[in-house]
């Protein structure tokens, strides 16, 4: 039995599938806002205040280890419903989260941990969901895509004290876009297409010294969408450390509109 803990975005759906697949005994502890697994008669419903309640569901279910998937997004902790163990628990959580909203995950795989339950890659059951080294589309960088990239990836390197960042867009040698707590959706509607030509490059890379279980970069025909939108010619990511999904459809988007994926 795995005790998967999900939030939003389409990432849990892909393992759902799997499990489903390899009829793998799960439970899920739904997180996410609008309570999206409501109708998988697996699903339990909970506040993220509730330590007690999820500790206890996982336990009573047998379940030693668990599976983060998807965003939790940083509540407003004045309205959280709390249980015994959330009052014991909330100032550790209060003070992550001053450091964004993956220092939160990271500070509930630490509880989980003093009640002995370990937490899996959110790729262990996906390994297919990441791409390795290498170029897949017909287009390849040319020298100045290859500069841009090199300066996206020196400004991610200096971008620690950012634990929400995981993108940065380049173009013409200069940094256009920073992720922020928007998200990429919202980095790319802040840049303007160029005037002449589709320019620059988003490069989605975890964030220094991240924890790789969790809040990996995702990756999907949406982004690709929002990029072409955006002007962005290429979309980099880092070897074996992102979510890829819909890459069938991704790949053949971007050959479609000249685009590049590059997997460093």
């Known amino acids: 039995m795995i005790g998967f803990i999900f939030g939003e975005t389409n990432f849990p759906k892909e393992i759902l599938k799997t499990a489903r697949k390899k009829k793998i005994k799960y ?8 309570k999206s697994f409501k109708n998988d008669k697996n699903s339990r419903a909970v506040s993220l205040g509730q330590f007690g309640k999820i500790i206890n569901i996982l336990k009573n279910n047998n379940c ?15 309205k959280l419903r709390l249980d015994m163990k959330g009052f014991y ?12 909203d993956a220092a939160i995950l990271k500070e509930i795989i630490n509880i989980l941990k003093k009640e ?6 959110s790729l262990f059951l996906n390994p297919e969901l990441t791409l390795k ?18 300066n996206a990836i020196l400004r991610l390197n200096k971008l620690g004290k950012y634990n929400f960042s995981q993108g940065v867009i380049a173009r013409n040698g200069k940094i256009i876009g920073i992720e922020g707590k928007g998200g990429t959706e919202q980095m790319l509607k802040n840049c303007r297409k160029s005037k002449t030509t589709d320019n620059g490059v988003l490069v989605k890379f975890p964030k220094k010294k991240q924890d790789l279980r ?12 929002q990029c072409k939108t955006a002007g962005i010619k290429g979309i980099v990511v880092k070897n074996k450390q992102n979510i890829f999904l819909d890459k069938k459809k991704c790949i053949t988007f971007a050959n479609r509109n000249k685009m590049f994926i590059l997997s460093k």
């Not at 002995?116 to 890659?121: G, P, R, W, Y």
Request: hydrophobic content about 35%; overall charge positive; cysteine-free.
């Open 27 to 34: 439970i899920i502890i739904d997180l996410s806002k609008n």
């Open 64 to 78: 030693k280890r668990v599976l983060f998937a998807g965003r939790v997004k940083k509540p407003r902790f004045s």
């Open 89 to 100: 628990y909330m100032p550790r959580i209060l003070r992550s989260s001053k450091l964004g």
């Open 116 to 121: 002995k339950i370990k937490t899996l890659s």
């Open 133 to 150: 080294k290498g170029v897949y589309t017909s287009k390849k960088p040319n020298s100045k895509d290859k500069v841009n990239i090199k």
């Open 214 to 225: 969790i809040d990996l970069p995702a990756v999907g025909l949406k982004t690709f969408k």
